[in-house]
Nanobody, 116 residues
Framework: QVQLVESGGGSVQAGGSLRLSCAAS????????AYWHRQAPGKQRELVAT???????KYADSVKGRFTISRDNAKNTVSLQMNSLKTEDTAVYYC??????????WGQGTQVTVSS
């Protein structure tokens, strides 16, 4: 069973930055596509950023140019650098790893609160 542990959430003022990290216990970590999702109160979960096994990244339009996803396969970690944060970025952020059609793992989530 793969365990994902997120860290780095917290409270910040608008315009500030936070860096989220997700540590995975998965063997063969480099073979997983990694995702960051978020869910704001009363809203559906939203895919924020993706990084493929070869480092190709994709972003939601709402965070493009402000957020950067990265991975360190040697340390089994995936990170999300969030800059120029807005109040609408307030949400619980979840790390997710997928491989094939059966391997799909989620972290417990970390709260990010951006105040004006």
């Amino acid at each position: 069973q793969v365990q994902l542990v997120e860290s780095g959430g917290g409270s910040v003022q608008a315009g500030g930055s936070l860096r989220l990290s997700c540590a995975a216990s998965a063997s063969g970590f480099s073979g997983y596509t990694a995702y960051w999702h978020r869910q704001a109160p009363g809203k559906q979960r939203e895919l924020v950023a993706t990084i493929s096994t070869v480092g190709i990244t994709k972003y939601a339009d709402s965070v493009k140019g402000r957020f950067t996803i990265s991975r360190d396969n040697a340390k089994n970690t995936v990170s999300l650098q969030m800059n120029s944060l807005k109040t609408e970025d307030t949400a619980v952020y979840y790390c997710n790893l997928k491989r094939g059609i059966t391997a799909n793992y989620w972290g417990q989530g970390t709260q990010v609160t951006v105040s004006s």
